[in-house]
C-alpha cells in the first residue's frame, strides 16, 4: 500500500496564505464595526467616513478570504489566488507591495506552482 502525498505548498501560496489571514481578521475588525457606527447615526454626512471605512474592510475581506481559497490545490485555487491579488492591487500601497512580492516569487517558482495546482503542459 504506497501512500500519495500531497505537494508541499509552494512559498506564493504560503505568502498568499498569510496574506489571507491577516486581510481576513483585518477586513471583518474594520466592516464591522464601521457598519454598526454608520448604520447608528443614520447614514447621514458624518457618517459617509464610516461608510468609506466599511468598504476598506469589505474589499479586504474579499480579498482575505479568496487568498485562503488559493491554498486549495486546484486550477480553481489558482483562480482565486489572481482574484485575491487583484482584489489587492485595489488597496494602495501596501496590497500593490504584497501582490508585487506574490508574483515575484510565483515567477521565481512557477514549475512547483504548475504541479501544486495540477495544471499539465500540451505539447505542441
Known amino acids: ?20 489571514w ?10 464591522i464595526p464601521s457598519f454598526a457606527v454608520g448604520a447608528s447615526t443614520g447614514f447621514g454626512d458624518l457618517a459617509r467616513v464610516w ?9 479586504l475581506l474579499l480579498a482575505g478570504v479568496t487568498a485562503l481559497l488559493a491554498a486549495h490545490p486546484s486550477p480553481a485555487g489558482l483562480g482565486s489566488g489572481l482574484v485575491a491579488c487583484t482584489l489587492l492591487l485595489i488597496l494602495l500601497p501596501v496590497g500593490t507591495a504584497v501582490t508585487v512580492a506574490v508574483g515575484l516569487i510565483a515567477s521565481q517558482s512557477w514549475p ?3 504541479d501544486y495546482y495540477g495544471l499539465t503542459r500540451r505539447a505542441s
Open 1 to 20: 500500500m504506497t501512500a500519495t502525498t500531497m505537494p508541499a505548498r509552494p512559498l506564493a501560496v504560503r505568502v498568499l496564505r498569510a496574506t489571507g
Open 51 to 59: 461608510v468609506a471605512l466599511a468598504t476598506i474592510g469589505v474589499i
Open 112 to 114: 512547483q506552482l504548475r
Open 22 to 31: 491577516i486581510a481576513t481578521v483585518t477586513g471583518a475588525a474594520t466592516a
